[in-house]
């Protein structure tokens, strides 16, 4: 499928192989409730922190893609002190 202009929901065989995630897909996996989800889609919590969390919206329904959150957990990742 293709989704370069987020035009069309996902099909049914990409939620099936999990390559978009819902919201309770991304709790289960990562941990993040759906209200720290909210939080951090909204324009107010991008603008605070600089970091957003990447997400596609059709209508009312949410989508995350599988990479683009693995992406952006390595983009957002603090690196330990290497202390001697």
Do not use: H
Not at 20 to 25: A, E, G, H, S
Not at 61 to 79: A, D, G, M
């Amino acid at each position: 499928m293709q989704n370069d202009t987020n035009t069309s929901l996902p099909s049914e065989q990409e939620l099936n192989s999990k390559i978009w995630l819902t919201p309770d897909d991304l709790y289960n996996e990562f941990g993040i409730t759906k209200r720290q989800q909210t939080t951090m889609r909204c324009k107010n919590y991008r603008k605070r922190t600089g970091i957003a969390l990447p997400f596609t919206k059709f209508g009312k329904r949410v989508f995350y893609r599988r990479e683009s959150i693995y992406n952006w957990l390595s983009e957002n990742e603090i690196k330990g002190i290497k202390y001697e």
